[in-house]
């Protein structure tokens, strides 16, 4: 079994390509004010944002996200992260599970 890779995005955060099962990810942890258990659920709403007081931001990023991920076959889950913040993990299908969930009746994908 492979250990995930750690890179450091733009704003110092980590990312970790998560390359441990079949399905490969990415885990986004970020030490910010988190999102409350009983709010994740509506994050993924577009133009929904936090009343945190911090500039910036539209509310589109968690939706946009999703809606990318399921396009694909894949997830998008928020968690929260030890010590405080929010970690987000996107799993994608596989390109073997893919094809195999697409296969027409020649075996090949459509």
Request: glycine share 14%.
């Amino acid at each position: 079994m492979s250990r995930p890779s750690v890179t450091r995005s733009p704003c110092r955060r980590p990312v970790r390509c998560l390359t441990a099962s079949h399905r490969p990810g990415l885990r986004v942890i970020d030490r910010g004010p988190g999102i409350p258990k009983a709010e994740r659920d509506r994050a993924f709403l577009p133009y929904r944002r936090l009343a945190t007081g911090q500039p910036g931001g539209a509310g589109l990023g968690l939706a946009v996200s999703r809606g990318l991920a399921e396009a694909m076959g894949g997830t998008v889950q928020l968690g929260a992260t030890v010590g405080g913040g929010l970690t987000v993990t996107v799993r994608l299908t596989s390109v073997r599970d893919y094809a195999a969930d697409h296969a027409t009746p020649s075996g090949k994908a459509e």
